[in-house]
């Protein structure tokens, strides 16, 4: 989709060229123009001034905030269009005039070097002697089609033609408005870059010669090298072609097992927080010995092949069935140990190479937004479906935080709390709620992620909206139990948990209930501060304010207990 802020001409006598003329146009049509609406917030040229785009006229109006504009929306964009523009009166130059032709287009955004231009992809320019043109309302396609006899078209151009007429036919006014009505209902895109053989685009196509470059120098090519793999490694079958699905049906050989190790070891290290093999982006001669090699060629043969699903059963699992390694790792007796480390142990053996124990660590980013939200029942647990915007510090998305603007609006539905997976990531402007618990840019791939532990994570975990909004929800699930101070730690211990609480820490969580009661009612604290300031006031049926905003401080302690986000 483009803009186009105005239409001008200028014309140049080729006898007087001090001469210069500026064509006054007086009427525009064109075989398409979206309805009047204003410029989308990706456009934004940090002004207040309001721009917006629609009819042709627009193009010939003379004015810098209005435009001709061609969005025909989802599912028909990026389609030629047609416009004429008529001048108040012929041109007519005895010996001829230069014609200068201006296309002003300044409805994108305040950088062009972002996605903020709104312009035309490509254009083509022609004049008429005629003096009533006007656009050809007709489909370019559809005009070619005529060039065959109706006798010899095929279906595809008979329902290509009839669905031009019918489209200006009055009698179909009413079919029209309801495919509109449907056109409407069609989802936004978002735009993907698709790779293509270069042989397959259509006939007499060559494929593409690539050269080994010296030293790097594109411009220094020396001899050509074809498709192949490591000699090391098995051989490409004899009879295939050095197409990717080749290369692909090499990867997954029985005979070329790296596939399958690299995968198998890469669940080990989602289950153990660490592989067989150290270092899953390295798996050459330079990597770490594998701690269990036996086990890891084990686990790839078994992921390759059919295999029985448990000892007694006669299912049988399909090659390549990652359900079926996921249930061998997850009832092992290695994974099903006790994750508490002797002393001795944990001096001979500090990062578990040896299996002793069963894994400790804390769980990714995403998964600790997760078990908050799931913790406080606030969870949207929706499958699939569209990324999300929850809150976000606005600064972030503006130079020179950023690379130029980019649009940001918080999620406030029940989106706001969807699972962290469908968080909207910028390559260049990381969710920072994830990336302080490690998560990795969005600019390379990671099939390690190092784990740290930080005073901001501690931070984030306490006050980042989401987090707050978790801890107001917990105190509000605990208060809705009933019962007395007790029944209703307990019922938010083991909501976060998963266990009672001991005594030891049943009289730490109900003496702060106290303290913060007293606190709080004695006014150091605001309630609304603490219990959300729209339901503060509100608090669950039989309860009150200073409850609730004191509920919310243990909340906010259960939720940042290092048991809490910590696998074991």
Same mark, same amino acid.
């Given at each position: 989709?483009?803009?186009?802020?105005? @239409?001008? $001409?200028?014309?140049?006598?080729?006898?007087?060229?001090?001469?210069?003329?500026?064509?006054?146009?007086?009427?525009?049509?064109?075989?398409? !123009?979206? !309805?009047?609406?204003?410029?989308?917030?990706?456009?934004?040229?940090?002004?207040?001034?309001?721009?917006?785009?629609?009819?042709?006229? @627009? %193009?010939? *109006?003379?004015?810098?905030?209005?435009?001709?504009?061609?969005?025909?929306?989802?599912?028909?964009?990026?389609?030629?269009?047609?416009?004429?523009?008529?001048?108040?009166?012929?041109?007519?130059?005895?010996?001829?005039?230069?014609?200068?032709?201006?296309?002003?287009?300044?409805?994108?955004?305040?950088?062009?070097?972002?996605? /903020?231009?709104?312009?035309?992809? #490509?254009?083509?320019?022609?004049?008429?002697?005629?003096?009533?043109? $006007?656009?050809?309302?007709?489909?370019?396609?559809?005009? /070619?089609?005529?060039?065959?006899?109706?006798?010899?078209?095929?279906?595809?151009?008979?329902?290509?033609?009839?669905?031009?007429?019918?489209?200006?036919?009055?009698?179909?006014? =009413?079919?029209?408005?309801?495919?509109?009505?449907?056109?409407?209902?069609?989802?936004?895109?978002?735009?993907?870059?698709?790779?293509?053989?270069?042989? *397959?685009?259509?006939?007499? =196509?060559?494929?593409?010669?690539?050269? %080994?470059?010296?030293?790097?120098?594109?411009?220094?090519?020396?001899?050509?090298?074809?498709?192949?793999?490591?000699?090391?490694?098995?051989?490409?079958?004899?009879?295939? =072609?050095?197409?990717?699905?080749?290369?692909?049906?090499?990867? $997954?050989?029985?005979?070329?097992?790296?596939?399958?190790?690299?995968?198998?070891?890469?669940?080990?290290?989602?289950? @153990?927080?660490?592989?067989?093999?150290?270092?899953?982006?390295?798996?050459?001669?330079?990597?770490?010995?594998?701690?269990?090699?036996?086990?890891? *060629?084990?686990?790839?043969?078994?992921?390759?092949?059919?295999?029985?699903?448990?000892?007694?059963?006669?299912?049988?699992?399909?090659?390549?069935?990652?359900?079926?390694?996921?249930?061998?790792?997850?009832?092992?007796?290695?994974?099903?140990?006790?994750?508490?480390?002797?002393?001795?142990?944990?001096?001979?053996?500090?990062?578990?190479?040896?299996?002793?124990?069963?894994?400790?660590?804390?769980?990714?980013?995403?998964?600790?937004? *997760?078990?908050?939200?799931?913790?406080?029942?606030?969870?949207? /647990?929706?499958?699939?479906?569209?990324? $999300?915007?929850?809150?976000?510090?606005?600064?972030?998305?503006?130079?020179?935080?950023?690379?130029?603007?980019?649009?940001?609006?918080? /999620?406030?539905?029940?989106?706001?709390?969807?699972?962290?997976?469908?968080?909207?990531?910028? #390559?260049?402007?990381?969710?920072?709620?994830?990336?302080?618990?490690?998560?990795?840019?969005?600019?390379?791939? &990671?099939?390690?992620?190092?784990?740290?532990?930080?005073?901001?994570? %501690?931070?984030?975990?306490?006050?980042?909206?989401? @987090?707050?909004? &978790?801890?107001?929800?917990?105190?509000?699930? &605990?208060?809705?139990?009933?019962?007395?101070?007790?029944?209703?730690?307990?019922?938010?211990?083991?909501? &976060?948990?998963?266990?009672?609480?001991? !005594?030891?820490?049943?009289?730490?969580?109900?003496?702060?209930?106290?303290?913060?009661?007293?606190?709080?009612?004695?006014?150091?604290?605001?309630?609304?501060?603490?219990? =959300?300031?729209?339901?503060?006031?509100?608090?669950?049926?039989?309860?009150?304010?200073?409850?609730?905003?004191?509920?919310?401080?243990?909340?906010?302690?259960?939720?940042?207990?290092?048991?809490?986000?910590?696998?074991?």
């Amino acid at each position: 989709m483009a803009a186009l802020t105005e @239409f001008e $001409v200028t014309a140049v006598p080729i006898n007087d060229p001090t001469n210069e003329v500026k064509v006054k146009f007086v009427q525009a049509t064109a075989d398409y !123009a979206n !309805a009047e609406k204003e410029l989308e917030a990706e456009f934004n040229d940090k002004s207040d001034q309001k721009r917006v785009y629609g009819p042709v006229a @627009f %193009a010939i *109006d003379g004015k810098d905030n209005t435009a001709w504009g061609i969005d025909a929306g989802p599912g028909r964009r990026n389609q030629s269009r047609k416009a004429v523009f008529i001048p108040e009166k012929p041109l007519a130059f005895t010996n001829g005039a230069v014609l200068t032709f201006k296309l002003q287009q300044n409805h994108g955004g305040n950088n062009s070097d972002d996605n /903020e231009n709104h312009n035309l992809g #490509r254009f083509r320019l022609s004049v008429t002697s005629a003096t009533n043109a $006007v656009a050809d309302p007709v489909p370019a396609e559809v005009r /070619e089609i005529f060039q065959t006899p109706a006798s010899s078209r095929t279906p595809a151009q008979a329902a290509a033609v009839f669905s031009a007429w019918r489209a200006t036919a009055p009698e179909f006014k =009413d079919v029209n408005d309801k495919i509109e009505a449907l056109w409407r209902q069609y989802p936004e895109g978002t735009p993907s870059l698709v790779l293509r053989a270069l042989h *397959d685009h259509g006939p007499g =196509d060559e494929k593409r010669v690539t050269h %080994a470059l010296a030293r790097g120098d594109w411009l220094k090519p020396e001899k050509a090298v074809t498709p192949g793999v490591p000699k090391i490694l098995p051989p490409l079958s004899p009879e295939a =072609d050095d197409s990717r699905l080749t290369f692909a049906r090499w990867l $997954v050989d029985p005979h070329s097992p790296t596939t399958a190790r690299v995968f198998v070891n890469r669940l080990w290290q989602a289950y @153990f927080g660490i592989g067989l093999l150290e270092t899953p982006e390295d798996f050459g001669v330079r990597a770490p010995a594998v701690s269990h090699p036996q086990l890891l *060629d084990w686990l790839a043969v078994e992921f390759m092949r059919p295999s029985i699903i448990a000892p007694g059963e006669s299912s049988i699992a399909p090659p390549w069935d990652i359900k079926h390694i996921h249930r061998l790792i997850v009832n092992s007796a290695t994974y099903q140990e006790s994750s508490r480390t002797p002393p001795e142990l944990a001096q001979r053996d500090p990062n578990n190479r040896l299996l002793a124990r069963g894994p400790r660590l804390r769980v990714d980013a995403e998964i600790v937004r *997760d078990i908050a939200l799931d913790a406080s029942g606030l969870l949207d /647990e929706q499958i699939g479906g569209a990324p $999300v915007t929850p809150p976000a510090p606005a600064f972030l998305f503006q130079p020179p935080a950023s690379y130029g603007p980019k649009t940001w609006r918080d /999620e406030t539905g029940p989106e706001r709390y969807r699972r962290a997976i469908y968080t909207f990531r910028f #390559r260049s402007v990381p969710y920072p709620a994830l990336q302080t618990f490690d998560a990795p840019n969005g600019d390379g791939a &990671c099939v390690r992620r190092l784990r740290s532990n930080t005073p901001l994570q %501690a931070l984030v975990s306490l006050n980042e909206p989401i @987090f707050v909004e &978790c801890a107001q929800a917990l105190a509000r699930l &605990c208060l809705e139990q009933g019962g007395n101070d007790a029944e209703r730690i307990r019922y938010g211990f083991r909501r &976060c948990l998963g266990r009672p609480p001991e !005594a030891r820490e049943m009289r730490e969580l109900t003496s702060l209930l106290r303290r913060e009661k007293n606190y709080i009612r004695d006014g150091w604290v605001d309630t609304a501060a603490l219990g =959300d300031k729209d339901k503060a006031l509100f608090p669950p049926k039989g309860t009150t304010p200073t409850e609730l905003a004191a509920y919310t401080v243990v909340a906010r302690v259960l939720l940042n207990l290092d048991e809490t986000i910590t696998k074991e």
